[in-house]
């Protein structure tokens, strides 16, 4: 690891400004990803500036929302009462992930960014274009069993990692920023971005721009709402895939519904196609299977990780089934 | 007195461990120095065609960057050195991540800022990593320390006609990896000519024969220092490269040199479990007598070294079959050498433990008295007894704890909700060698007593059980007495493997403790000061530090008061060659499998083991703990995974290689027969790889009951269940 200058921020405008000056700095919270990448090699800064000093970690109500700092931590988010009742799916989406010593440690901000566990993007020995672009994706023809089916491209196959992500997507949650151009508010399907051909691009942030919070509409899909994580182990591994439902039914009839997905794609992935399924229809086994076709159309198996397109079906019928009551 | 060998003392190192006394190799702080790194291949096969260093060393603080241009000239060691070469000595890379060159700086984070700055260059040549790469290219290795890599007995096509049922089918598992908690570590320290290494090996005394031969110097200027391991599993049983690199370059710099083996660097330094296939063939008569057993197994060698590691005695040691055909091919491919995994004789084992399932199927008849049929105590290689006698005993115990007689035998007959429940079982297997090993006993003025045997606590618990098994000799409370281990300077012993440590070192440690108790017994009785003047020896006996003369306790002495009044401590020594054998028991496994997610939960495990005399029932415990843990690793979860292009290792880290977390782990019981083992002076055999051998078949045929569904590929992920 190279050495690097460490400096400690003491409000938003001063991190902002110590990252945006120096092209190879960046902010370190829980570092729990971090400081992994940068002893690996995946990642290199010349300057890590310290936000936990900064006053972003209250859990507050809003008007019809709930805020949520980006300081907050995992483990905090994850059993705070109003988001357990409100959000059940953004909790069950944080006690799924990691380890408690990580959810202790890792911010809400932090989660978001962080970086896939593809193997060859994290082994310098190998080539990666998110590491290096145009070095190549060994994974297309490699070890793609973790590997994404959506959203894929010629130059990238590697999955999003966060579970809270994908929950976030299904509750409509908002990014709050504050960057050198002063601050903005992403809605959640906005924040990352596919590969592409810019495979090393993730999201939208500009550099020096720093996530301040989360706003989570308060929405009767959200109060109910659920999230199931599928993995190789019982704890404490990412997700092989994983599915977000927020379900508001009437009667039986789908009235609103948001449906995400993890461990399939190269994003958080929203199915608004599988949603638009069930929209006004009636709840049943059928429509819930038209809806996990829906879902999975346009998807690319590789060589290790076709089984994904028939296990995360199986997940979201799961996942219905239990929500909507049907038998 | 109740004995204390057997008592489930807690570890005696215990505190020393969990607050952070306990010092490992990595921990060893020696003054002025200096921090070695590796830098390794990104290719698996061809040669180096430039190295350029011109960056590393302006790196400020770095000391040296040694490549095989510059390293010092080195001896391969002969077997069993399993590497067959020494790297750094010419340009020609065997596997990817070989080092290719070695830097030396002030600190740790200067020498791995330099290391990433070589610029190496190759002329790369296609690898293949894959059995499935290879096809055709299996061979019959030469004969190995086991012996013939074939073993015929009796005619197995005769017994295979004969059969009224078979199964014939072919059971893999991935290459698996040791990952011991401590990362191999190296501090090499030179005064003059003498060497000392504080090492992470589970072998102070090979350590020393192989540095001595790859240095070309005696073997005595060299001491090795190993007081705590943090596990090894098998990859810190041989001497790897890393050790003698760093040795010869403090040589070289006349600076102490250590280096800490990065997890990634564990995955290509240290050997790995072979990639494993084999066909299992077995046929048995209508009332289930086994007419043969067919074994024909593949593993991956490397390209420098064509030792089998996981090896095949289970195909003739545990069941008595007339007609028995085992043969171990292997196929070179372009990976590192592999070497023991904690159980060598646990790939074989699996087949046929699968294969016996599904004969039990096949017959109509219930698994365990297939086995029960079955089980011999003869070794149809010599005719002699190997100790397998008990494995009924393990049977009952284990089965009867578990519930085994309510299992209603047809797949998919057990339901709760969403899930389906199944029960397994298989019997475990596994030999212990001989080796032989000598200790020192010394009981001082004090009354207090130090044993020294240059053996290792690997973390199984030696430093504990070797305290119980001398305090008992001595007739001494386990507070007075101290026990050291890990230095070459103290007897030798063998290694820390094969499951050995504690049927080999028990003996002499308990023959040097009965020389010294005797030793002060002779002091007493001619001591005029003494209660004890004049009695005849054979009849004192030592408790709790006292002498009695048995028929008349109230005259007695002391260890403390015969000693002092001697004037000067009584040392006495042992050695001991343990007779080798084979240790059986059986694991029953409950699993609960999510049909619709392919999801599977390991639920219950009852095992049993015959292992002698128990001397310790908690560090006993642990050992079966470990073993069933990983077998549900080795089951379900672990697999190496490489790159069929790059021939690197994907997921070489505690992230992406899947052991078991706790929440993997079932409830797990454990019983022993406990009966000692007549060769033994203190009735132990050996046992450590026992549990485990046989958990994955376990588990995959509790997976077969659950669900109707045979997975013969391991791991059983849950998209073999969709």
Not at chain 1, 220 to 231: D, E, G, I, V
Not at chain 2, 604 to 633: C, E, F, K, P
Request: aromatic share 6%.
């Amino acid at each position: 690891m190279k050495n690097f200058e460490y400096a400690r921020a003491n409000n938003p405008a001063d991190a902002v400004r110590l990252v945006g000056d120096r092209p190879g700095a960046t902010f370190i919270a829980g570092g729990t990803d971090l400081l992994n990448l940068m002893k690996d090699g995946a990642q290199t800064h010349d300057r890590i500036v310290d936000v936990n000093g900064l006053a972003l970690t209250d859990i507050s109500h809003g008007n019809g929302f709930l805020r949520v700092g980006a300081l907050a931590r995992m483990a905090d988010v994850g059993a705070h009462r109003a988001v357990r009742e409100k959000f059940p799916v953004v909790s069950q989406a944080l006690l799924a992930s990691a380890s408690p010593q990580v959810r202790n440690m890792a911010s809400i901000g932090g989660n978001l960014l962080q970086r896939t566990r593809c193997g060859y993007f994290r082994d310098t020995g190998s080539a990666c274009n998110k590491r290096i672009p145009g070095s190549g994706c060994p994974a297309i023809d490699g070890e793609n069993r973790g590997h994404a089916v959506l959203g894929v491209s010629d130059h990238c196959i590697a999955a999003h990692p966060s579970d809270l992500a994908v929950s976030l997507i299904a509750v409509d949650a908002v990014v709050l920023t504050n960057g050198p151009h002063g601050e903005r508010r992403i809605p959640f399907g906005d924040f990352h971005l596919a590969p592409g051909d810019t495979p090393e691009r993730e999201n939208v942030l500009t550099h020096g721009e720093l996530i301040v919070g989360l706003e989570l509409p308060l929405t009767p899909a959200a109060a109910k709402s659920q999230y199931l994580k599928l993995r190789d182990r019982a704890t404490f591994e990412f997700a092989v895939v994983s599915v977000a439902a927020a379900l508001d039914l009437r009667g039986r009839t789908v009235n609103d519904v948001r449906l995400a997905f993890g461990g399939i794609a190269t994003k958080p992935w929203r199915s608004t196609d599988a949603e638009a399924v069930l929209r006004g229809r009636a709840l049943d086994t059928a429509t819930i299977d038209a809806a996990g076709r829906a879902a999975v159309h346009g998807a690319i198996p590789r060589a290790h990780n076709a089984f994904k397109i028939d296990l995360v079906q199986r997940a979201l019928s799961r996942v219905l089934h239990e929500l909507g009551g049907v038998r | 007195m109740s004995p204390l060998i057997g008592r489930a003392v807690p570890r005696v190192d215990g505190h020393a461990k969990v607050t952070g006394g306990a010092r490992y190799a990595a921990d060893t702080h020696v003054p002025g120095v200096t921090y070695g790194t590796l830098a390794t291949s990104t290719i698996a096969r061809g040669t180096i065609t430039t190295i350029d260093t011109t960056l590393a060393q302006a790196v400020p603080g770095v000391i040296a960057v040694f490549t095989h241009l510059t390293m010092p000239r080195l001896v391969t060691p002969p077997s069993p050195y399993p590497k067959g070469f020494v790297p750094l000595q010419d340009a020609t890379i065997h596997h990817n991540g070989q080092p290719v060159a070695y830097v030396v700086a002030q600190t740790l984070e200067q020498a791995q800022e330099a290391a990433a700055l070589i610029d190496v260059r190759y002329h790369a040549e296609p690898a293949k990593v894959a059995i499935d790469d290879a096809p055709g290219e299996e061979f019959l290795p030469p004969p190995g320390p086991e012996g013939p890599q074939e073993f015929v007995h009796g005619d197995p096509a005769a017994g295979l006609a004969n059969a009224h049922k078979k199964v014939d089918a072919t059971y893999s598992s991935p290459v698996h990896h040791h990952n011991p908690i401590e990362t191999s570590a190296t501090v090499a320290v030179w005064d003059g000519d003498q060497l000392t290494l504080h090492e992470s090996t589970q072998s102070i005394s090979l350590t020393q024969q192989i540095v001595a031969q790859a240095l070309s110097v005696p073997q005595n200027t060299i001491r090795v220092l190993t007081p705590f391991l943090g596990g090894g599993f098998g990859s810190k049983a041989p001497v790897w490269p890393h050790t003698l690199l760093t040795a010869a370059v403090a040589r070289q710099l006349r600076k102490p040199v250590k280096l800490v083996l990065t997890r990634a660097q564990m995955y290509t330094s240290s050997g790995h479990r072979a990639e494993f296939r084999q066909q299992v063939t077995v046929g048995a008569a209508k009332d289930g007598t086994l007419t043969a057993i067919v074994n024909i197994s593949n593993q991956q060698l490397s390209r420098t070294e064509q030792r089998v590691f996981n090896t095949s005695e289970s195909s003739w040691m545990v069941y008595g079959c007339p007609n028995i055909h085992a043969k171990q091919l292997g196929v070179r491919l372009d990976l590192p050498t592999p070497h023991f995994m904690r159980s060598p004789e646990g790939p074989a084992l699996v087949g046929l433990e699968m294969a016996l399932d599904e004969l039990s199927y096949e017959l109509g008849m219930d698994p365990v008295a297939l086995r029960l049929k079955n089980y011999t105590d003869l070794n149809p290689e010599n005719g002699q007894k190997i100790g397998n006698q008990n494995l009924p005993e393990c049977l009952k115990l284990a089965g009867d704890a578990f519930g085994w007689s309510r299992r209603n035998p047809t797949p998919r007959s057990m339901r709760d909700g969403n899930e389906l429940i199944g029960w397994g079982m298989a019997t475990e297997a596994h030999s212990y060698h001989a080796r032989a090993s000598s200790a020192w006993v010394q009981i001082d003025t004090d009354g207090h007593a130090l044993a020294r045997c240059g053996t290792q606590d690997i973390g199984t618990g030696t430093y504990t059980v070797m305290t119980q098994v001398t305090a008992e000799a001595l007739g001494m409370p386990m507070n007075s007495v101290r026990f050291e281990l890990g230095d070459t300077n103290f007897p030798a012993a063998g290694f820390s493997a094969a499951s050995v440590t504690v049927s080999s070192v028990s003996g002499s440690v308990d023959k040097a403790a009965r020389a010294a108790r005797d030793a002060v017994i002779a002091l007493a009785v001619a001591d005029p000061h003494s209660p004890l003047h004049g009695a005849a020896p054979d009849r004192i006996v030592t408790e709790h530090g006292f002498l009695f003369l048995t028929d008349d306790r109230t005259r007695r002495d002391s260890y403390q008061g015969v000693v002092s009044r001697h004037g000067k401590p009584v040392e006495a020594t042992g050695s001991f060659l343990n007779v080798p054998g084979y240790t059986t028991g059986a694991s029953f496994i409950e699993v609960r499998v999510d049909p619709w997610l392919g999801r599977v939960r390991v639920t219950r495990a009852v095992a049993a083991y015959d292992i002698g005399r128990v001397m310790n029932h908690r560090t006993a415990r642990s050992q079966v703990l470990g073993g069933m843990i990983w077998g549900v690793g080795y089951a379900l979860t672990e697999h190496t995974m490489i790159d069929r292009h790059t021939a690197r290792i994907v997921n070489p880290n505690l992230s992406g290689y899947l052991v078991p977390v706790n929440a993997d782990a079932p409830k797990i019981e454990a019983f022993f027969v406990d009966k000692p083992d007549p060769t033994s002076p203190v009735g132990a055999k050996g046992f450590g790889e026992a549990p485990i051998t046989g958990v994955p078949a376990a588990i995959s045929n509790a997976i077969y009951h659950a669900t109707g569904r045979r997975i013969r590929d391991l791991p059983i992920t849950q998209d073999k269940l969709l």
